[in-house]
């Protein structure tokens, strides 16, 4: 009971790591970057950004 709190802190931590490698609907990770396409004459989704280089949105974190 008095390390109680150790594990609780040592599973946060795991927790932020696995998450750390997930990107957040709609986007896809592709390489570094998490990416969605970009809808024809449309906007990105908000957070991300668009990158002429790969023609996607890119979300900035």
């Known amino acids: 009971m008095h390390f109680s709190w150790l ?3 040592i599973l946060a ?3 932020v ?3 750390a490698g997930q990107c957040n609907a709609p986007f896809k990770k592709e390489g ?3 990416v969605v396409e970009r809808i024809i004459h ?3 989704p908000a957070g991300s950004q668009y990158s002429v280089n790969i023609n996607k949105c890119v979300y900035k974190n």
Do not use: L, Q
């Open 7 to 9: 594990s609780v802190f």
């Open 13 to 15: 931590i795991i927790a």
């Open 17 to 19: 790591a696995v998450s």
């Open 32 to 34: 570094p970057n998490c």
């Open 42 to 44: 449309g906007d990105c």
